[in-house]
């Protein structure tokens, strides 16, 4: 395996364990695993651009990805396969160089159409056959960070990072 040059993610189902919360005033809460932000720190140490490409559009997603320093973030999409495409075209990437991870329905095209593709392991098992992998952890439980983890582990370079770069 090569390493991707984009790390695409939704966040739904992945960054979270899917649940949602409404308070008695009708606000949105969702809970995000800190420890997700470690593979974003891996990315970012690999300079590997990170995208959120999510069908849900809130200000906690932009308000996360804007903590997190995700600067491609791309909310209220239906038709997540032509965002990425569109994405690559303007990095000058071919879509078989990024890597995704998408627990649903919604994530199927783009999982089957780029180099390396991941799910959470609470995901449906017919997500599950179409991934080339599929992650010990739940979404919501860090996922992202073992999705990013087991990339940089495949291409030989995990432990370099953790020994020189941390």
Avoid at 13 to 21: A, S
Avoid at 124 to 132: A, E, F, Q, S
Avoid at 142 to 148: D, K, L, N, P, Q
Wanted: aromatic letters at 6%.
């Amino acid at each position: 395996m090569k390493l991707p040059k984009l790390v695409i993610t939704d966040i739904d189902g992945v960054w979270t364990d899917g649940g949602m919360f409404y308070d008695q005033n009708g606000n949105e809460l969702k809970k995000f695993n800190t420890s997700d932000s470690a593979g974003v720190l891996f990315c970012t140490l690999m300079n590997i651009p990170i995208a959120i490409i999510t069908g849900e559009d809130t200000q906690i997603v932009a308000r996360r990805a804007k903590k997190l320093k995700i600067d491609l973030l791309f909310q209220g999409i239906s038709d997540k396969l032509t965002v990425a495409k569109s994405l690559c075209e303007k990095l000058g990437i071919n879509l078989k160089e990024a890597a995704y991870i998408g627990d649903d329905i919604g994530d199927i095209e783009l999982l089957k159409s780029v180099g390396y593709s991941c799910c959470p392991n609470n995901s449906p098992d017919y997500i599950k056959r179409i991934t080339h992998s599929v992650t010990t952890k739940n979404g919501g439980d860090g996922a992202f960070r073992e999705f990013v983890e087991r990339i940089l582990e495949e291409c030989g370079v995990l432990e370099d990072i953790i020994n020189n770069k941390l």
